[in-house]
């Protein structure tokens, strides 16, 4: 009989080793499954992890990898810091809707006008729109002691209605013939979000990913903010007595991952997306909380899970037109990588222990 | 817009059957509260049960069956969470998280050759005389069983909760677990018992969808059904009967937002649409105030050394 004992201290070597005991466990029983749907395991996991950067089109593939990592790095650095403090923001998917909205609206509402200041209103804008849309469950959290996680979770439903509404409606191409879906914003010179060096897959929104990492890691270690969040994360009491306030940290850490959800949808309506259309989303939102985990709520860990889960997009998508694996086994994959870092977190806060003869 | 074309029985009929997936998950939902665990994987529980009662229907081309599989496949799904929870112990609100996320992307995966299928259809009840009587017939005499079933689970669990030594059990355990095992009660083992259970309601509650509310099968339909369940357990104040009356609530709010897109009402459908999750975020609001009846170990981890 294996008994569990609390470790005094959570592990430190544990809390590093978790993460990539996960990754390992996952391609396992990812492998498993891809051998279940008829595929060759060992073929399909180097497919996803080696190609994208490493395989003949590595090339064309590495600039992807940025592309798709930004978003989820930009969305996770903040949902971590809300985590952190036991505040769940679930609802980043709404967020990122509504940034790209208002960001794209702003843009939009310029159209033909060329000018310099166009784009960064458009960012501010995005950010605001974002920040706005995950205030709703912060101020009723404060105000009424509101569940935030249900709260935001529905204002995921109503911003996909609201994101149909505007391509259906007030942002649609009026030179779209009829079909759904805004003006192109990639032809559009003033409000485009382009490539910073051609080829490179770097573009603004990826800047502003490696500067919210700074960013975050600044305010959690140097700042009093940080100390706040992670006193209220740990030890909510002590928090208390220590003078933080709740209201605002709740305010802070909702709003501040809000606007940077909204920004990630701005930057990818304005750049790699192009055009606001229905199903403009495709649920980073969501996997940004796989990868605030994997990260371990730290800023550089966070940065690195991007990328792992970057890989995992492009590689599932390679796999995809490759070897013909379906695109939800991808999620399935992604969905796995969560369970298992979970679970291995068993190791960081307690030690197995085998019991002999303990009298219970 | 012709609102005469709304028809009073039938939209009252409709609600039942609108409320009766949300009856379900919500009922289950409320204990594996009680009992002290919060597990926000309703979501994705009942889409696996969606897809598992769709696929069994169509297959063996019987609905029963195909209830009975989606009741297993959620109670499954929910063992995942069991052993991340229970076992290992972690954090409830992430597993729940990582439950729903695991469960949209598997239906999926298990649905792949089930688009645009027709399930088989499940028979109505039909009483000779009870089921053509005006207006009452058709609001209580011809729905099909599991639904029936759904209002006896409210019942039954209700008199579970209230009266039972099983119910004043779950109840020690959801509101003190320290003294719970005390007392010599197996906290653990009775925590999972209702986890699986209330697993096997939310893939009941997602079969209903799948096999009879829509019946069809169509990747992530259960679209915050199960999320609105879990904000249901707050609105009933963790009370059976009060499940019941949010979920005809909701379903009528479903429904009627339905009849007025089909009526033509001059608000746009998206519109429409976003009226039950608004609806909820009211209701949410309005109720939250009062928390002193949600089981006081709520959340919290068990574990025996502490």
Same mark, same amino acid.
Request: aromatic share 10%.
């Given at each position: 009989?294996? /008994? ?34 008829? @595929? ?70 310029? =159209? ?10 458009? /960012? ?47 942002? @649609? ?24 060096? *051609? ?7 990826? /800047? ?8 975050? =890691? ?50 990818? /309506? ?13 649920? =980073? ?57 979970? *679970? ?5 806060? =307690? ?10 | ?241 009060? #499940? ?20 033509? #009402? ?41």
């Amino acid at each position: 009989m294996i /008994v569990l004992e609390k470790r005094p201290q959570p592990s430190r070597a544990w809390s590093v080793a978790t993460p990539l005991v996960a990754v390992l466990a996952t391609m396992i029983a990812g492998g498993l499954l891809f051998a279940a749907l008829g @595929k060759n395991p060992v073929e399909a996991i180097r497919t996803i992890f080696w190609e994208p950067l490493f395989g003949e089109f590595a090339f064309f593939y590495r600039p992807q990898l940025l592309v798709k990592g930004a978003p989820l790095v930009l969305i996770a650095i903040g949902l971590s810091l809300g985590f952190r403090a036991g505040i769940w923001n679930i609802g980043a998917e709404g967020q990122y809707i509504i940034g790209a909205l208002t960001g794209a609206g702003i843009g939009l509402a310029f =159209y033909p006008m060329e000018g310099w200041f166009i784009f960064p209103l458009m /960012v501010l804008g995005g950010a605001f729109g974002g920040w706005a849309w995950a205030t709703i469950p912060a101020v009723l959290k404060v105000r009424f002691g509101t569940n935030e996680i249900l709260v935001s979770l529905m204002l995921v439903y109503v911003a996909e209605q609201l994101l149909a509404s505007m391509s259906l409606g007030l942002l @649609k191409n009026p030179e779209g013939f009829g079909f759904p879906g805004s003006r192109n914003l990639q032809s559009y010179d003033s409000a485009h979000n382009a490539e910073l060096i *051609a080829g490179s897959g770097m573009h603004w929104g990826v /800047v502003v990913a490696l500067i919210a990492v700074i960013f975050a =890691y600044v305010l959690l270690n140097r700042h009093m903010t940080g100390f706040h969040i992670r006193l209220t994360g740990e030890a909510p009491r002590a928090a208390r007595f220590a003078g933080v306030s709740p209201s605002r940290l709740i305010l802070f850490c909702l709003g501040m991952s809000g606007a940077l959800a909204g920004l990630a949808g701005l930057f990818e /309506v304005a750049g790699p997306a192009g055009q606001v259309t229905i199903d403009f989303n495709v649920g =980073y939102g969501f996997t940004a909380i796989i990868v605030a985990f994997l990260g371990r709520l730290h800023p550089v860990g966070i940065l690195l899970a991007g990328g792992l889960m970057a890989l995992t997009y492009i590689g599932g998508e390679i796999a995809q037109s490759n070897l013909g694996l379906p695109a939800a086994a991808i999620q399935v994959f992604q969905g796995m990588l969560l369970f298992f870092l979970l *679970a291995f977190d068993l190791l960081t806060n =307690y030690r197995l222990r085998a019991a002999a003869s303990e009298v219970a | 817009m012709d609102l005469t074309a709304i028809n009073p029985v039938l939209l009252i009929a409709s609600l039942m059957v609108a409320a009766t997936p949300i009856l379900l998950a919500a009922v289950g939902e409320l204990v594996v509260e009680k009992a002290g665990v919060l597990n926000l994987g309703v979501e994705g529980m009942m889409i696996t049960g969606a897809i598992c009662g769709f696929s069994i229907a169509v297959e063996t081309g019987s609905p029963l069956l195909g209830f009975v599989a989606a009741a297993v496949g959620g109670a499954v799904l929910s063992l995942l969470f069991v052993l991340l929870t229970q076992v290992a112990l972690a954090n409830q609100v992430a597993s729940g998280l990582a439950l729903t996320l695991f469960g949209l992307g598997l239906s999926a995966l298990m649905g792949q050759g089930y688009v645009g299928i027709k399930p088989p259809p499940m028979s109505r009840l039909d009483i000779p005389v009870l089921s053509d009587l005006p207006a009452v017939g058709p609001i209580l005499f011809s729905h099909d069983i599991v639904l029936y079933f759904g209002i006896a689970l409210v019942a039954a669990v209700w008199w579970m909760l209230k009266y039972s030594r099983v119910g004043l059990v779950l109840r020690a355990v959801g509101e003190n677990h320290d003294a719970a095992h005390a007392l010599g009660y197996k906290v653990i083992r009775i925590r999972i018992a209702a986890i699986l259970f209330g697993g096997a309601c939310a893939g009941l509650g997602g079969a209903y969808i799948s096999l009879i509310r829509v019946p069809q099968w169509t990747e992530g339909m259960t679209a915050g059904v199960g999320w609105i369940a879990l904000a249901l357990v707050v609105f009933a104040s963790w009370k059976p009967w009060r #499940v019941l009356l949010g979920a005809y609530l909701f379903g009528g709010i479903t429904v009627l937002q339905l009849n007025l897109q089909a009526a033509g #009402v001059a608000i746009p459908v998206e519109y429409l649409a976003m009226s039950p999750y608004l609806v909820t975020i009211l209701v949410l609001v309005i109720l939250s105030a009062d928390k002193s009846s949600a089981p006081a170990s709520l959340g919290r981890i068990f574990h025996a050394s502490h």
